[in-house]
T-cell receptor, first 113, second 107 residues
Framework: DGGITQSPKYLFRKEGQNVTLSCEQN?????MYWYRQDPGQGLRLIYY???????QKGDIAEGYSVSREKKESFPLTVTSAQKNPTAFYLC????????????FGQGTRLTVV | AQRVTQPEKLLSVFKGAPVELKCNYS??????LFWYVQYSRQRLQLLLR??SRESIKGFTADLNKGETSFHLKKPFAQEEDSAMYYC?????????FGTGTRLQVFP
């Protein structure tokens, strides 16, 4: 079953802890993206990657880190430096062509307790 | 800097009424523009893209480079159109989204 999978669906973190969100795709897509979705603010780009071992900061990268060691995987770490980490996180992948469709995961809801 | 603006957070209409969801963009080059939709408890998914010039579920969107707009239109709204709609712009390697418009279609 092809697609993009995020795990876990819900995640709770204590203040001061780092936490890693998983994103895996078997669509053979080159590009992968992480977004943060907050009410009234739409989808804000955190990090993106066009190719293995390369990634770029998006608009709100502070307090986050990523890696792209494999084409199919693009994990996001929310560090303790992120001031307001409680949010819904979405991962997406697409082919590199501009008009190509982006496919989204189901999302991970992170709550800091 | 590239930016996508959706001025309306909420648009409420009655079934059968025309719908127009506004989208304006700022980008110096030739943009690739999209509309994505998120139905309740479903994944965000592509609705349509400007390059295809297609009509999906009765929706159309025309790119107006002079007004830098890509408004989404449907002549007769249906209850099943109720969802969150996002306008998106792709340039070089970034895919950026607007803040979204929630469409509510009442019976």
């Amino acid at each position: 079953d092809g697609g993009i999978t995020q795990s876990p669906k819900y995640l709770f973190r204590k203040e001061g802890q780092n936490v890693t969100l998983s994103c895996e795709q078997n669509l053979n897509h080159d590009a992968m993206y992480w977004y943060r979705q907050d009410p009234g603010q739409g989808l804000r780009l955190i990090y993106y990657s066009q190719i293995v071992n390369d990634f770029q900061k998006g608009d709100i990268a502070e307090g986050y880190s990523v890696s792209r060691e494999k084409k199919e995987s693009f994990p996001l770490t929310v560090t303790s430096a992120q001031k307001n980490p409680t949010a819904f996180y979405l991962c997406a992948s697409k082919q590199g062509l501009g008009y190509a469709e982006a496919f989204f995961g189901q999302g991970t809801r992170l709550t800091v307790v | 800097a590239q930016r996508v603006t959706q001025p309306e957070k909420l648009l409420s209409v009655f079934k059968g009424a025309p719908v127009e969801l506004k989208c304006n963009y700022s980008y110096s080059g030739s943009p690739e523009l999209f509309w994505y939709v998120q139905y309740s408890r479903q994944r965000l998914q592509l609705l349509l893209r400007h390059i295809s010039r297609e009509s999906i579920k009765g929706f159309t969107a025309d790119l107006n480079k002079g007004e830098t707009s890509f408004h989404l239109k449907k002549p007769f709204a249906q209850e099943e159109d109720s969802a969150m709609y996002y306008c998106a712009l792709y340039n070089t390697d970034k895919l950026i989204f607007g803040t979204g418009t929630r469409l509510q279609v009442f019976p």
